[in-house]
């Protein structure tokens, strides 16, 4: 809660997911941004970090994803992805465990099983793996520092109540 230390609030936090997960899903980058961000009035937790930002990217191909993170929200770990056949549902979605896929369309509600396992420890395992064998990891440095110019556009995008051109 902590500026210095963290930089920001929910967005830094745990709106990085949702912005990862809107990335991936289109496998574009977004080419605007708008967003919002609130704090409870006087909540003493929130006088340096905001509590929510709303943000939403715009995509080349003209998907529209629309983001929240919250401090303040009860335990919601979901991601929706709505297309014209049918919709996508992964709820909880950054639980470690026992995520719950499900795809609803003409055919009506499907569940995908996924395996379990911890996500945490492969993450560890698979960056020692790469470096021991000096292998590009999965996921480098470079998307990471993707998500962090984003997240700093979303901020101006909510601080000057403008669209962001990225």
Do not use: W
Not at 71 to 92: H, M, W
Not at 110 to 132: G, T, W
Not at 141 to 165: C, P, S
């Amino acid at each position: 809660m902590q500026k210095k230390l963290a930089g920001g609030g929910s967005l830094y936090d745990i709106g990085v997911y949702s912005l990862q997960a809107a990335r991936y899903i289109t496998g574009e980058e977004p080419v605007a941004i708008s967003a919002m961000i609130y704090s409870t009035p006087g909540d003493p937790r929130f006088r340096e970090v905001e509590e929510n930002v709303n943000f939403v990217l715009r995509f080349p191909s003209g998907v529209l994803a629309n983001c929240t993170s919250s401090y303040g929200y009860s335990n919601t770990k979901r991601i929706q992805v709505f297309g014209s056949d049918a919709v996508l549902e992964l709820d909880p979605a950054t639980d470690y465990y026992k995520h719950r896929l499900t795809i609803n369309d003409k055919n009506g509600n499907q569940e995908q099983k996924i395996e379990e396992k911890n996500q945490f420890a492969l993450e560890i395992d698979h960056l020692s793996e790469s470096i021991i064998q000096n292998k590009q990891p999965k996921t480098p440095g470079e998307e990471g520092l993707q998500d962090v110019k984003l997240m700093q556009l979303i901020y101006e995008a909510a601080r000057t109540g403008k669209t962001i051109k990225v």
